[in-house]
């Protein structure tokens, strides 16, 4: 698991749009797409769900951003040390 993916999966939960994250993260809507569908994998979970409207989190995706915000903090915190 990356935590690049992490941030991008974060982002679109504060966001509600994966191509306002791209823009935020200088990179593709491809791209986004690819890492959220990447960690779905991992985790055996749909985390996000996409419409007309935007992007919105799932009943799992909402819990795993609590574990999601905690390792990225844990992950600054470390490289701040």
């Known amino acids: 698991m990356k935590t690049e993916h992490l941030e991008y ?4 939960a504060i ?9 935020r993260f200088f990179t593709s809507h491809q791209m986004i797409r690819k ?3 990447s ?10 769900a996409t419409s007309n409207q935007g992007s919105s989190l799932t009943e799992a ?3 795993f951003l609590q574990y999601a915000q905690a390792v990225c903090q ?7 040390e």
């Not at 999966?9 to 679109?12: E, G, K, N």
């Not at 844990?74 to 701040?80: A, C, G």
């Open 35 to 37: 890492s959220i569908k």
């Open 39 to 48: 960690l779905e994998n991992e985790l055996n979970v749909k985390l996000i």
């Open 61 to 63: 995706g909402e819990r």
């Open 15 to 23: 966001s509600g749009s994966l191509s306002k994250t791209a823009e």
């Open 74 to 80: 844990l992950t600054d915190d470390l490289q701040t």
């Open 9 to 12: 999966f974060i982002d679109i």
